[in-house]
């Protein structure tokens, strides 16, 4: 028993000490002791994937109501071509549904009424897109993990992935079939338990309006504005994503743009 508690407090000495040698840039006693190397490996692992880490799990700005953009511009669809949706538009959306499948324990299905009542969350943030400007909104809806959680991950989860209603038109796709045209995204787990990822359905406390993506569109507040799918229609949760779109993980991104736009 004796020994078992001396080893224990040794060990958390050693991290402790080990982590405080880290931080003041090294030390050769150290380096020779098992513990320092196992958190050697670790401090390299933070270095590689560190930086994702924090920008990642840090909040985005949120704004005061004063600070709302008077214009807030649309950007890529604005009004989405394809009669699928159209239909679903034309009976405000009573038909729609968002779906929830792929590695998940039990697929769902919810309609926007559902999504309503769910939990939800408001947040003053600031869009930034790559061509060129930035306008601030309220939105208000469902934190994604609620529904992740309620339909529980498979073990071999990684990626959620956003298919969306429109065909982006007159922006060429490399072959395949008639839905790679339709625009998509995609997430990791990460991103998709921070507390600001959001399905909005509310745009300054009003629906959302088809030019910004109604019913339903995702608001990722780290990252860029391609990221913030609209006009969401499935959410599957996948372990790659070379089987969506062009393999790339977005509309954009299977046209060059990166998978990660954090900023
Ligand atoms: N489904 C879909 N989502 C989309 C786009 C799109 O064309 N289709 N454009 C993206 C881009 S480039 C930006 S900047 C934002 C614009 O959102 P907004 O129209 O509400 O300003 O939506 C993003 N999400
Ligand atoms: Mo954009």
């Given at each position: 028993m004796g020994i078992l508690i001396i080893?224990?407090?040794?060990?958390?000495?050693?991290?402790?000490?080990?982590?405080?040698?880290?931080?003041?840039?090294?030390?050769?006693?150290?380096?020779?002791?098992?513990?320092?190397?196992?958190?050697?490996?670790?401090?390299?692992?933070?270095?590689?994937?560190?930086?994702r880490l924090l920008i990642g799990q840090s909040l985005a700005r949120?704004?005061?109501?004063?600070e709302l953009s008077r214009e807030f511009p649309a950007n890529g669809t604005i009004a989405p071509p394809?009669?699928?949706?159209?239909?679903?538009?034309?009976?405000?959306?009573r038909a729609w549904r968002l779906v929830v499948d792929g590695l998940v324990d039990r697929p769902a299905s919810y309609t926007l009424a559902e999504l309503r009542r769910l939990p939800s969350r408001t947040q003053i943030t600031r869009t930034d897109c790559v061509e060129g400007w930035s306008a601030i909104a309220q939105w208000t809806g469902v934190p994604l993990r609620l529904l992740?959680?309620?339909?529980?991950?498979?073990?071999?989860?990684?990626?959620?992935?956003?298919?969306?209603?429109?065909?982006?038109?007159?922006?060429?796709?490399?072959?395949g079939d008639e839905r790679q045209g339709r625009y998509y995204e995609s997430i990791?787990?990460?991103?998709?338990?921070?507390?600001?990822?959001?399905?909005?359905?509310?745009?300054?406390?009003?629906?959302?309006?088809?030019?910004?993506?109604?019913?339903?569109?995702l608001r990722l507040e780290r990252q860029l504005g391609y990221k913030q799918a609209k006009y969401v229609m499935r959410i599957e949760v996948t372990e790659r994503l070379d089987h969506v779109?062009?393999?790339?993980?977005?509309?954009?991104?299977?046209?060059?743009?990166?998978?990660y736009a954090g900023i």
């Amino acid at each position: 028993m004796g020994i078992l508690i001396i080893s224990r407090r040794r060990f958390v000495l050693d991290s402790v000490m080990s982590w405080a040698a880290l931080a003041l840039g090294g030390c050769d006693r150290l380096s020779e002791s098992r513990s320092f190397r196992s958190n050697l490996a670790a401090a390299e692992l933070l270095t590689l994937r560190g930086q994702r880490l924090l920008i990642g799990q840090s909040l985005a700005r949120e704004y005061s109501p004063r600070e709302l953009s008077r214009e807030f511009p649309a950007n890529g669809t604005i009004a989405p071509p394809d009669e699928d949706y159209q239909t679903l538009a034309a009976d405000g959306f009573r038909a729609w549904r968002l779906v929830v499948d792929g590695l998940v324990d039990r697929p769902a299905s919810y309609t926007l009424a559902e999504l309503r009542r769910l939990p939800s969350r408001t947040q003053i943030t600031r869009t930034d897109c790559v061509e060129g400007w930035s306008a601030i909104a309220q939105w208000t809806g469902v934190p994604l993990r609620l529904l992740l959680l309620s339909s529980g991950l498979k073990p071999k989860s990684r990626y959620i992935v956003f298919h969306c209603a429109d065909t982006l038109e007159g922006i060429p796709v490399k072959g395949g079939d008639e839905r790679q045209g339709r625009y998509y995204e995609s997430i990791d787990l990460i991103d998709a338990f921070h507390p600001q990822t959001i399905l909005a359905h509310s745009m300054n406390g009003k629906p959302l309006a088809i030019a910004h993506g109604a019913p339903l569109r995702l608001r990722l507040e780290r990252q860029l504005g391609y990221k913030q799918a609209k006009y969401v229609m499935r959410i599957e949760v996948t372990e790659r994503l070379d089987h969506v779109g062009g393999g790339q993980g977005g509309f954009w991104e299977d046209r060059g743009y990166e998978w990660y736009a954090g900023i």
